[in-house]
């Protein structure tokens, strides 16, 4: 099992151009979350999906973000348009029953 | 210029000795909690996990205790290592599948 798989592991973008990162779940897992982690803030609940579906977006924090999960192997988190503000180590996590997997992270800097 | 984010509370212990790190949770509703290991540049690890009909569970090297009644989360390390060295988290399930983190804590552990 290769756990869950978050691409790219850094990004650095300049303020305004449009941002997506990517997400693989673990196989069989039902349940999909989007945290944000910062300095400021901790670590944040972003969204939430169950088999596909949002069921919780009350933690995205504007319109600029929206997150979207086509199949049950993939999701977008995407950025539109990005801010320096949104820098921070973005995860995503995976859970069947419990058990909730996180990804390594993706490092997000916007200059 | 000075840094602002969350002061996080730091446990120092020396290698060897039993570590507790504490949290307070919030909702009385809460039925599941986990405890998270965090090392530099990776995504949170899973520690160990309770049940709200629990009050405690034991892992290698790790108990969990839970006080329903004050709504307060530890954690024990027994023989604390070098390698345990990083930030912990407790996390509460809220309202259905929403795991929510605590502020952290970030264990030192000296030679």
């Known amino acids: 099992d290769a756990g869950v798989i978050q691409s790219p592991r850094h990004e650095v973008t300049e303020m305004g151009q449009e941002v997506t990162l990517r997400c693989k779940p673990i196989s069989g897992h039902d ?14 609940l972003l969204i939430y999906f169950n088999n596909n579906v949002p069921i919780d977006d009350s933690g995205m924090p504007e319109d600029r973000f929206s997150a979207k999960m086509p199949n049950a192997s993939f999701s977008t988190l995407k950025i539109q348009p990005s801010e320096p503000r949104d820098s921070a180590v973005y995860f995503c996590a995976s859970s069947r029953r419990g058990g909730y997997t996180f990804g390594s992270g993706t490092r997000l800097t916007v200059v | ?37 965090q090392e530099s540049g990776k995504g949170p690890q899973f520690i160990i996990d309770i049940r709200s009909n629990m009050d405690k569970r034991q892992g290698q090297r790790v108990t969990v205790l839970l006080n329903k009644t004050v709504k307060h989360l530890s954690l024990q390390i027994a023989a604390t290592q070098p390698g345990d060295s990083a930030v912990y988290f407790c996390a509460e399930n809220k309202e259905g599948n929403k795991l929510v983190f605590g502020a952290g804590t970030i264990l030192r552990v000296k030679s």
């Open chain 2, 1 to 37: 210029g000075e840094s602002v984010g969350l002061h996080l509370p730091t446990l120092s212990v020396q290698e060897g000795d039993n570590s507790i790190i504490n949290c307070a949770y919030s909702n009385s509703a809460s039925d599941y909690f986990i405890w998270y290991k």
């Open chain 1, 31 to 44: 349940y999909l979350f989007w945290y944000r982690q910062t300095m400021m803030r901790g670590l944040e």
